[in-house]
């Protein structure tokens, strides 16, 4: 999937998408924070809702063509660890 991509699928379902290490406090797409530094860095972020739970999205990017090589996702679980596992 190329950048541009990414930043369509964001827009179109209302993802919060930014490049990693900003910080927006918008729960959705905002054009605002999609420029030539969100272009030129080399993963994006978001948070998102997994099985009831917090979790961040990490798309990485290869340098060029800017296209994802990696996904990283971290559930924060707020359960104990048995109860969630069950």
Avoid: W
């Avoid at 993963?43 to 990696?70: G, H, W």
């Amino acid at each position: 999937m190329s950048i541009e991509e990414v930043v369509s699928v964001a827009r179109e379902h209302d993802i919060p998408i930014a490049r990693s290490g900003l910080i927006i406090g918008s729960k959705r797409f905002d054009p605002k924070v999609i420029n030539g530094d969100f272009y030129k860095a080399p993963s994006a972020e978001y948070r998102t809702t997994i099985s009831e739970n917090q979790a961040s999205i990490c798309l990485r990017f290869m340098d060029e063509p800017k296209l994802v090589y990696e996904i990283e996702t971290k559930i924060f679980i707020q359960k104990e660890k048995e109860a969630y596992t069950e």
